[in-house]
């Protein structure tokens, strides 16, 4: 079992930088590949980032490359989302959430067994 609770999230001026933290509970949490999705109310949920196990492999969405980057510390059980040049486009409640792969990363929503509760990211223009 893992436990997942986001934080970070809050409004900030469009250009500006935020970071989002994932802190997981569970001795297995390195087992775990880590994804980041967002959605807007009305909205399916959608992929933003993902970070193997180990954290040499990551992925990221064409909308968010170059300006996000994804971290991990499982020393720490922790995965953060370094948010950059953010536009209002950004605004979404931000969930990570945790699949059971030991090697590689997937941008499948029902590949992640592990979901947090969410934390809101509000870009003003």
């Known amino acids: 079992q893992v436990q997942l609770v986001e934080s970070g999230g809050g409004l900030v001026q469009a250009g500006g930088s935020l970071r989002l933290s994932c802190a997981a509970s569970?001795?297995?949490?390195?087992?775990?590949?880590v994804g980041w999705f967002r959605q807007v109310p009305g909205k399916e949920r959608e992929f933003v980032s993902t970070?193997?196990?180990?954290?040499?492999?990551?992925y990221y969405a064409d909308s968010v490359k170059g300006r996000f980057t994804i971290s991990r510390d499982n020393a720490k059980n922790t995965v953060y989302l370094q948010m950059n040049s953010l536009k209002p486009e950004d605004t979404a409640v931000y969930y990570c959430?945790?699949?059971?792969?030991?090697?590689?990363?997937?941008?499948?929503?029902?590949?992640?067994?592990?979901w947090g509760q969410g934390t809101q990211v509000t870009v003003s223009s």
């Open positions: 569970g001795r297995t949490f390195s087992s775990y590949a």
């Open positions: 970070i193997s196990a180990s954290g040499v492999s990551v």
């Open positions: 959430a945790a699949a059971p792969l030991r090697f590689g990363v997937t941008v499948q929503e029902y590949e992640y067994d592990y």
